[in-house]
């Protein structure tokens, strides 16, 4: 999943986009709120952590702008500021949720979690395609009660392609939400990538499950699974709690 992260101390940036990245997270960076709203505009974005002190329009402004401008992503408030009528102003001006300077990041990932779960259906905490099963919140992967060790991107690599099992995903779709600004589009990353997690998840296998659709992109599923209607992740996830009603399309995970 793709963050923005909004911290004007390059020190703190620093560190917590490490941190995020560490988890599987692609991260991209802004320090003032003009920056912040631009990064928002032309790119799109599954979180976003935003911090109040920041120079030109503070994080309330840029909460304001976000929401005034029809973007939905969870918005977690991060800055020194803990009084509660801070706290209360954030919330009031459409954020999600609040941490206050200095944090455990545990906490931050957790509080991500969480309202990455909120956010809707394409957000559950295990998905499973086939017998290939991915827990969220640890980031592991198993299939059939095998362990299969991934890196951090292509973990964020597979989940993403989990999230939308059943669906072709084009090389356009996969770098907008798995890496970062400063991917080359003209590299063949992505391509190394995918062939390096087929051989992990398929060896062995008697059905593969991650597939390239020439000219148009990658989908992950048995062949039957494939289909033009919502991801077969979701699906399963909804099934596995006990609910028959279809979900809400979304364009993105």
């Not at 017998?131 to 964020?156: C, F, H, M, N, W």
């Not at 919502?230 to 399963?236: D, R, S, Y």
Request: aromatic residues 6%; proline residues 4%; neutral net charge.
């Amino acid at each position: 999943m793709r963050l923005l992260l909004v911290e004007d101390d390059s020190r703190i940036a620093r560190f917590v986009a490490k941190g995020l990245r560490e988890q599987a997270y692609a991260v991209d960076i802004a320090a003032t709120g003009e920056d912040a709203l631009y990064q928002a505009d032309i790119n799109t974005y599954d979180l976003v952590i935003l911090d109040v002190l920041i120079p030109g329009r503070d994080g309330f402004a840029v909460c304001r702008e976000l929401r005034k401008s029809g973007k939905r992503m969870p918005i977690l408030m991060l800055t020194a500021r803990d009084a509660v009528e801070d706290r209360v102003t954030g919330l009031d001006h459409g954020a999600d949720d609040y941490l206050t300077k200095p944090f455990e990041f545990r906490e931050l990932l957790a509080r991500l979690r969480a309202l990455l779960r909120r956010s809707g259906e394409l957000h559950p905490p295990r998905l499973a395609v086939a017998d290939l099963i991915l827990d969220t919140a640890a980031q592991s992967v198993s299939r059939a009660g095998r362990s299969i060790p991934l890196t951090a991107k292509e973990y964020a690599l597979l989940e993403f392609l989990a999230r939308n099992a059943g669906r072709v995903v084009g090389r356009a779709e996969i770098a907008e939400h798995v890496w970062d600004e400063t991917f080359d589009a003209f590299s063949n990353l992505i391509e190394v990538y995918v062939n390096r997690i087929r051989r992990k998840i398929d060896a062995g296998a008697a059905v593969p499950l991650l597939h390239t659709r020439r000219g148009a992109g990658y989908v992950l599923g048995a062949a039957s699974d494939w289909s033009e209607g919502e991801p077969q992740a979701a699906v399963t996830s909804r099934v596995s709690r006990g609910k028959a009603t279809p979900s809400a399309r979304k364009g993105h995970a």
